[in-house]
């Protein structure tokens, strides 16, 4: 018993050092490229259809740093566009992250055939000590990326602005861990008036609260920060182009985005940046003022969703799968003008959709061998995970791995396909 006991301990002790070694190597990593603030680029992303161009708008410096200081290199694969950060002397990779956006989904519309638009996006990252060069690639599948743009950037650059200090309040939900272990969603008001904010607080802790009771986030509630900031703006509401509303709000969040009636967004990502700046984070969530149903969430860009309807909660969560962590809408849907979204030829990167492209189909592992591909849609297969064809708004060649899931149809909850995901991005976001 006793020698057992040692041996267990001598195994443990083991195991701990090299644990230590290896945060240190890559504390030291971070300490040797990296101080504790961040780098903000301001980016215009602007084409037609066939083309795509990136221009700098601007660079900011922030005085906090709240992502990790472990995992600098994403290993996920996810995102339709990739940013690398070299040091220029040596070309060592020193930072990568993908993200999703707008421009690609309007990209697929029939205004994109014969106009050309641009989009704002951001990108941030810890403040680099020595110069660097920032590399921008879009995905095309799994396997393939193409290089879009590039740039060198030094830290001592009179270019880069120091950041102001945020003039807005700020409210914690609950208690808070420690900014660089955990995922920090701060939580911005859209079309919410200075008498509103109490609204706007308790609005946030409903939606927050929900998604905390909703497996597998019931279970992970101390990988999350949530903060929420206390930005009024002028009017309530938010605009309804469609039927002739317009609302003075801080983030100009709008129906009728890329001609769907329920599609609410916003265009104005410099502006929630700067107002997000009011405290550390990782994820946005915009919350609008309304009681008609919508919302939107784009791969680290941001989430989105209204308050006040009925399915509201619902929203809420399903925006935070695209949002957070990446979930394709596993829903047929023909009005979608971009239903190019998934060629067939490329495996897409979505961890909850495929088109058998790849071989090693991604949940393979997880589905029940006796049920044939596509897997047959009926009662008794509800439980079971398969290859069921329909998802990622086409009806044919993209299979999703439940009969229903909260990224198909509200109320169904999240797929164990989904549910898997989403903790591998915990894992990630919080090493
Ligand atoms: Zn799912």
Redesign the pocket.
Known sequence: MHSINKGLFGTLLIIFVNLNLTVLAQSSKFNKWFNHQTLRINLIHSGSSKTEHYSVHSYQRIALWSGSTNYLLDTSGYGDIHFEVLDSASQTPIYLRGFDNMFYEWQQTEQAQTEQRSFEEVIRFPFPKKSVQIMIYRRISLKKKVLLHSFFLNPRSVEIELASQSTYANVAFGQLSSESKAVDVVVLPDGYTQSEMPKFIKDSERMISFLLSTPPFDSLREYFNFRMVLAPSVESGTDIPGKGIWKNTLLDSHFNSLGSDRYLTTQSIFKMHDMAQAVPYDQVYVLVNSPTYGGGGIYNYYNLSSVDDSLSPWVFIHEFGHGFAG?AD?YEDDEISYSTLYSSAEEPWRP?ITNLADSTAKWQNMADSTLGVPSEEIDENRQKIGFYEGGGYVSKGIY???IS?E?RSLQSG??P??QKAIRQMIVWSTQ
């Open positions: 979930l596993e909850n999703r791995p439940y899931c990224m999240f797929c396909v989904c």
